[in-house]
Nanobody
Framework: QVQLVESGGGLVQPGGSLRLSCAAS????????MGWYRQAPENQREMVAS?????????ADSVKGRFTISRDNVKNTNTAYLQMDNLRPEDTAIYYC???????????WGQGTQVNVSS
């Protein structure tokens, strides 16, 4: 099983930046892709960005050109980052880290970190 711990959320003014981190542990050898999802009040959870073990990335149209996902492997941990620039009020949401595993359970989620963009 994969455990995920997010950090880096907070309050930022429109136009500002935040960097989210997601540290994976446990069966990290089984991770094929990592990503970030977000859920705003009364909205469904949506994919923000994802990155495969080979480094291929995918972004939601609403964040292209503003957000950058990256990933590194150090010893027994596997960390994903989400650099968020030029933040907008509509980016306000709880951001969840996700890891897709080749073994059960296939979908692994972090506890979420709150991002608030407001003046």
């Amino acid at each position: 099983q994969v455990q995920l711990v997010e950090s880096g959320g907070g309050l930022v003014q429109p136009g500002g930046s935040l960097r989210l981190s997601c540290a994976a542990s446990g069966s990290i050898f089984s991770i094929s892709a990592m990503g970030w999802y977000r859920q705003a009040p009364e909205n469904q959870r949506e994919m923000v960005a994802s990155i495969t073990s080979g480094g291929s990335t995918n972004y939601a149209d609403s964040v292209k050109g503003r957000f950058t996902i990256s990933r590194d492997n150090v010893k027994n941990t596997n960390t994903a980052y989400l650099q968020m620039d030029n933040l907008r009020p509509e980016d306000t949401a709880i951001y969840y880290c996700h890891a897709l595993s080749t073994i059960a359970p296939r979908h692994n989620w972090g506890q979420g970190t709150q991002v608030n963009v407001s003046s």
